[in-house]
């Protein structure tokens, strides 16, 4: 991915239109945990879920760029400390980063620090002084998650560097799968991060797949089709919903194509995943829709509840709904569908 973000931070420089968004609902949290005020979320997963249809890398240490990002209607932003930056531009990517968080508006927005990995020697530095910033970043993302010790790592130093701090609700922690390592030990490592949030400052909401680092690592040669890597994006998916987190699909290599785009991203949402890795303002709105359930979907889905609770008050079990047999795993669908289409005000 190194390459890639390096070769593709001109393309900025195309700008975007300005769109106008709507605020997503804000929730109370009321639990506490050390000393430390932090909240319980709920949601389609049973927690609050907060949208990555479209997660969008922008340079650390580009202010200009940065501000951009409130204009651009994206779901999840990345201001990156890692693949974005170069190694001479590290520390001034950090202090960017802390005043953007501080200083810009991002409306709806989540804006996510990508701190760089844990074998880099470069983290804790990025934690350090992230951490600075009045307003803290609801989530981080680490690359390159590799072992067990790496996620003890993490939680380990997000209490060192904000036991301090008196927070509103814990950190969302989302990791990125990049190896053939890490993907073999990927329920492992996912299962250590659940155990470890439960006394812990993080919540772990979700994985990224690092499609191109994956193949570097093992010999494969990346294809627009992608069926070198098909039985990795699968089992991101499973692991990541046998733990009710997100999945992050791979990023679309060939920017311009917004044709191919759109179908990798329409599979991929086929496929389980939650959201897809965008490297260019043109290609968000494409994979947000292709992330978002119809209307057509979500007609669907109400008429389904509104039947199946009907029948349940009848005392019947299954039952034929437009041609089809339903039982509690089709409500559970649609329950999805009309909860993620209530957070994106659909």
């Known amino acids: 991915m190194a390459g890639l973000h390096h070769q593709l931070t001109m393309l900025w420089q195309t700008g975007a239109k300005r769109c106008s968004f709507s605020f997503f609902t804000r929730f109370l949290w009321s639990s506490c945990s050390r000393n430390n005020q932090v909240t319980e ?5 049973g927690k609050k879920y907060i949208p990555r249809r479209a997660v969008l890398y922008v340079p650390g240490d580009d202010e200009r760029k940065l501000k951009k990002v409130p204009t651009l209607n994206v779901d999840c932003a990345v201001l990156d400390c890692e693949d974005g930056v170069a190694l001479s531009k590290k ?8 005043h953007m968080l501080d200083q810009v508006e991002f409306g709806r927005t989540e804006c996510v620090v990508r701190m760089n990995s844990v074998d880099s020697g470069l983290a804790s530095d990025d934690m350090k002084e992230v951490f600075k910033a009045g307003r803290l970043p609801p989530t ?3 690359p390159k998650v590799e072992s067990v010790d790496h996620v003890e790592w993490i939680s380990e130093e997000l209490f060192k560097h904000l036991r301090t701090r008196t927070l509103v609700d814990k950190i969302n922690l989302i990791i990125y799968i990049e190896s053939a390592k890490s993907l073999l030990d990927l329920r492992t490592i996912c299962q250590r991060a659940v155990d470890l949030s439960e006394k812990g400052l993080f919540i772990l909401d979700g994985v990224v797949f690092g499609s191109d680092d994956f193949c570097a690592d093992i010999g494969a040669t990346r294809t627009l089709q992608a069926k070198e890597v098909l039985l990795a994006r699968q089992n991101i998916v499973l692991v990541a919903k046998s733990l009710k987190i997100q999945a992050v699909d791979l990023v679309y290599i060939d920017y311009k194509d917004l044709k191919g785009l759109k179908e990798q991203s329409l599979e991929g949402a086929q496929m389980g995943f939650t959201g897809k890795q965008v490297i260019h303002p043109s290609q968000i709105p494409i994979v947000q829709e292709a992330f978002a359930p119809s209307t057509d979907k979500i007609e669907w889905a109400k008429e389904l509840i509104k039947e199946f609770k009907e029948h349940q008050m009848s005392g019947m079990g299954a039952f034929e709904f437009r041609g089809a047999m339903i039982d509690k795993p089709l409500l559970l669908q649609a329950q999805n569908i009309v909860q993620l289409a209530e957070v994106l005000e659909l």
């Open 41 to 45: 979320k709920r949601g389609i997963f």
């Open 140 to 142: 981080i993302m680490f």
């Open 91 to 98: 520390e001034e990517a950090r202090k960017t980063i802390r």
